[in-house]
């Protein structure tokens, strides 16, 4: 059963895709899904304060809850990511350089044994609403000056475009044995992605009381 939630790629690769959409309409997800697509279930981002090892303070953090459901009919391999971008240019990477105690005070907080943090959830979902993953995607804290971010959620559908570049882009990416190379790219492979904006309510003297109200809930390539 459902149960109710409490509350870039490289950058690079981002610039190609702004690129694309300015030489030329960026493709769009089809009307209906052509591919598998799970279910999510999701309410804003929160701020969370917490102390980790190592540390002299506690830090602020954003956590974002969701839950996913698989009634594709087949069971899916799921491999999530998601990326939090905010109006003053600034992109975070979910999870990324995130110690688990913060992911282990969430998961008191809220009293959810069954919370997974965003790396544990990814592996082959099964289906039914019994096999649902319940999951958390833990953020630094971003510019205070931020007024809006948007929350791009991929690995959610199988849809996949293959988009070509106007002129061949020089990246850096990682190879099989993790050594990090220059590569250049005629095209680029775009995914079928949720992207969701919220506003902050950026007049909170505290920042731990910030909220966020959603703007925009849609489907991009990306």
């Known amino acids: 059963m459902k149960r109710t939630i409490v509350a870039?790629?490289?950058?690079?690769?981002?610039?190609?895709?702004?690129?694309?959409?300015?030489?030329?309409?960026?493709?769009?997800?089809?009307?209906?899904?052509?591919?598998?697509?799970?279910?999510?279930?999701?309410?804003?981002?929160?701020?969370f304060m917490c102390k980790v090892p190592g540390d002299t303070e506690a830090k602020l953090y954003w956590f974002f809850l969701f839950e996913v459901t698989n009634k594709t009919g087949e069971d899916q391999?799921?491999?999530?990511?998601?990326?939090?971008?905010?109006?003053?240019?600034?992109?975070?990477?979910?999870n990324r350089g995130i110690n688990v105690a913060v992911y282990q005070g969430i998961k008191k907080l809220l009293g959810e044994p069954l919370l997974q943090n965003l790396p544990q959830a990814c592996g082959k979902i099964l289906q039914g609403a019994d096999n649902a993953k319940y999951i958390v995607a833990i953020f630094k804290?971003?510019?205070?000056?931020a007024?809006?971010?948007?929350?791009?959620?991929?690995?959610?559908?199988?849809?996949?475009?293959?988009?070509?570049?106007?002129?061949?882009i020089v990246v850096e990416?990682?190879?099989?044995?993790?050594?990090?190379?220059?590569?250049?790219?005629?095209?680029?492979?775009?995914?079928?992605?949720?992207?969701?904006?919220?506003?902050?309510?950026?007049?909170?003297?505290d920042r731990t009381l910030t909220t966020c109200k959603q703007l925009i809930k849609k489907w991009i390539m990306r």
């Open 8 to 47: 870039m790629s490289l950058l690079a690769m981002l610039v190609a895709v702004v690129t694309v959409s300015h030489v030329s309409a960026a493709p769009e997800p089809s009307a209906a899904a052509i591919d598998w697509q799970l279910e999510i279930d999701f309410k804003a981002p929160l701020p």
């Open 77 to 94: 391999e799921f491999s999530p990511t998601i990326d939090l971008f905010t109006d003053t240019g600034e992109l975070i990477h979910s």
């Open 141 to 145: 804290d971003f510019d205070p000056k």
């Open 147 to 168: 007024g809006e971010m948007d929350l791009f959620i991929s690995g959610l559908s199988g849809e996949v475009v293959t988009v070509k570049l106007p002129k061949p």
């Open 173 to 205: 990416e990682p190879n099989e044995e993790g050594d990090i190379r220059k590569v250049t790219k005629t095209e680029m492979q775009m995914s079928k992605t949720l992207q969701v904006k919220y506003a902050l309510n950026t007049e909170a003297a």
